[in-house]
């Protein structure tokens, strides 16, 4: 059974930093792609940034420059670090991991449960 659980969200002031991480097991392979999503109060989810197993990397337009997103293919990890922090980035930050777990199972998503992130002004 597959888990992915996040950790590293709290409080900051705008302009500070955070480092989020997120650890996914239970699978036999590295997952084909891991990522962040978030989600801010009366919003869909969106893509924050994504890392294949080919360490390609997509980001949000407003993320670009401030959020690096990086990963362990071996260990199925990957962290965010997120730098010059501001109010719009405040938000519920979901990981997520995409891949077939094994030999028998066909490529799907699975998700954390979220970690808050919240940014003072």
């Known amino acids: 059974q597959v888990q992915v659980v996040e950790s590293g969200g709290g409080l900051v002031q705008a302009g500070g930093s955070l480092r989020l991480s997120c650890a996914a097991s239970g699978s036999t392979f590295s997952f084909s792609a891991m990522g962040w999503y978030r989600q801010a109060p009366g919003k869909q989810r969106e893509l924050v940034a994504r890392?294949?197993?080919?360490?390609?990397?997509n980001y949000a337009d407003s993320v670009k420059g401030r959020f690096t997103i990086s990963r362990d293919g071996a260990k199925n990890t990957v962290s965010l670090q997120m730098n010059s922090l501001n109010h719009e980035d405040t938000a519920v930050y979901y990981c997520y991991a995409y891949g077939a777990t094994d030999y028998s199972a066909r490529p799907r998503d699975y998700w954390g449960q979220g970690t808050q992130v919240t940014v003072s002004s």
């Open positions: 890392i294949t197993s080919g360490t390609s990397t």
